[in-house]
């Protein structure tokens, strides 16, 4: 496959993930400004179709940047590419973490919504959970760090 295909996957894949990422961070955020469990429960169901656009924007990025860099002679001991598996890695594992609390988050929403709709401090404090926000403040980080890298590949 010619280098300008590799690269164009791989940039596909890039921008799919990096989309989709905003796509759900933004619709969790908006959660987070609302009071009622039946408004919560939708933005958070909303992100749900964004999760298999990250991951399929992963695999494109990670096996046509494999590609790519072994037709560009590029050894993956490299350290840009060690850190961006790295980086992947930690987006990954907490993604994985950080989704399943915001899972159990959105089904108390759609529970309290459908037992009347009426505000909750337990919901509140799901969303406003400080760990489950600095672990998505780290998937930010990591994502804005891993473009840096294949862009500027230090």
């Known amino acids: 496959m010619a280098v300008d295909w590799l690269l164009f996957l791989h940039l596909a894949g890039a921008f799919l993930y990096v989309a989709g990422g905003v796509a759900a961070a933004t619709l969790r955020t908006s959660a987070m400004r609302r009071e009622r469990p039946s408004e919560i429960a939708l933005l958070l169901r909303a992100v749900r179709p964004f999760i298999p656009l990250i991951g399929i ?31 992947l890695g930690w987006v990954v594992v907490v993604g994985a973490v950080a989704g399943r609390q915001d899972r ?8 309290l919504a459908a037992e009347g709709d009426a505000p909750s401090a337990e919901l509140e404090r799901r969303l406003h959970d400080p760990l489950n926000l600095a672990l998505n403040a780290s998937l930010l980080a990591a994502t ?3 473009v840096a890298l294949m862009v500027w590949k230090p």
Do not use: C, P
Not at 104 to 111: D, F, G, M, P, Y
């Open 144 to 146: 804005i760090a891993i």
């Open 57 to 87: 924007g992963l695999l494109l990025v990670v096996v046509f940047g494999i590609w790519l860099a072994d037709r560009l002679a590029i050894g993956l001991g490299t350290g840009w590419i060690s850190a961006t598996f790295a980086l």
């Open 104 to 111: 159990h988050t959105r089904e108390l929403a759609e529970r």
